[in-house]
């Protein structure tokens, strides 16, 4: 167990609304990362962070972005939410001297209507 | 151009035999491979891997095989239990200082062993 939380857990929001999601984790891990799962494409890099205000995008950063100001603090913004962001959202951290196995928290399901 | 396929989006095998779960790659740099279990409304979970040095790798009923030169890779599950049953995702990384331990995966496989 990494220590990986993410809130909230559901989210239901209006089209062209921003929302925030918030990945926490307690270990101090320097890299962290957002997925996006939706059926039939499996786990979607969107953006990832290797430290505090070191942040790069990933294959579907288009519409997102993030932050990191604190080292257990990764949060992934949409700025104006579409329904083709409707998805679960996974936050994950990896462990360089683990081969950079990664360590996933238990997700956010975001709806957009 | 997807860079992990799983070509078999399901599989179902009877419990106690074995199942095998299929990756294959198309980037040659790719020199370390994962693979994570996931079931639903949880996050995945790693499972096991293999470095590309090597062409196998077991850990209890699990065995990952790496054939390079095929840019192939399998997951055997020996014996099969029903509380196997989960989508298993194939994953590849890069393991230089510059890659930030990113990982490419596959869509999935959902296995599904019957009692």
């Known amino acids: 167990d990494a220590g990986i939380t993410q809130s909230p857990r559901h989210k239901v929001t209006e089209t062209g609304t921003p929302v925030t999601l918030r990945c926490h984790q307690t270990?101090?891990?320097?890299?962290m990362y957002w997925y996006r799962q939706d059926p039939g494409h499996g786990l979607r890099l969107i953006h990832y962070s290797y430290g505090v205000k070191d942040t790069d995008k990933g294959e579907v950063s288009d519409g997102y972005s993030v932050s990191r100001s604190k080292t257990e603090d990764f949060l992934l913004t949409l700025e104006s939410a579409t329904s083709s962001q409707t998805s679960v959202y996974f936050c994950?951290?990896?462990?360089?001297?683990?081969?950079?196995?990664?360590?996933f928290g238990p997700g956010t399901r975001l709806t957009v209507t | 151009d997807q860079q992990v396929k799983q070509n078999s989006p399901s599989l179902s095998v009877q419990e106690g035999r074995i199942s095998i779960l299929n990756c294959d790659y198309t980037n040659s740099m790719f020199d370390y491979f994962l693979w994570y279990k996931k079931y639903p409304a949880e996050g995945p979970t790693f499972l096991i891997s293999?470095?590309?040095?090597?062409d196998k790798n077991e850990d209890g009923r699990f065995t990952v095989f790496l054939n390079k030169s095929a840019k192939h890779l399998s997951l055997h599950i020996v014996p099969s239990q029903p509380g196997d049953s989960a989508v298993y995702f194939c994953?590849?990384?890069?393991?230089?200082?510059?890659?930030?331990?990113?990982?490419?995966f596959g869509d999935g496989t959902t296995l599904t062993v019957k009692p």
């Open positions: 994953a590849a990384s890069l393991l230089g200082n510059t890659n930030a331990g990113k990982s490419t």
């Open positions: 270990e101090n891990h320097r890299y």
């Open positions: 994950a951290i990896s462990v360089r001297d683990r081969g950079y196995e990664q360590y």
């Open positions: 293999i470095s590309s040095i090597k």
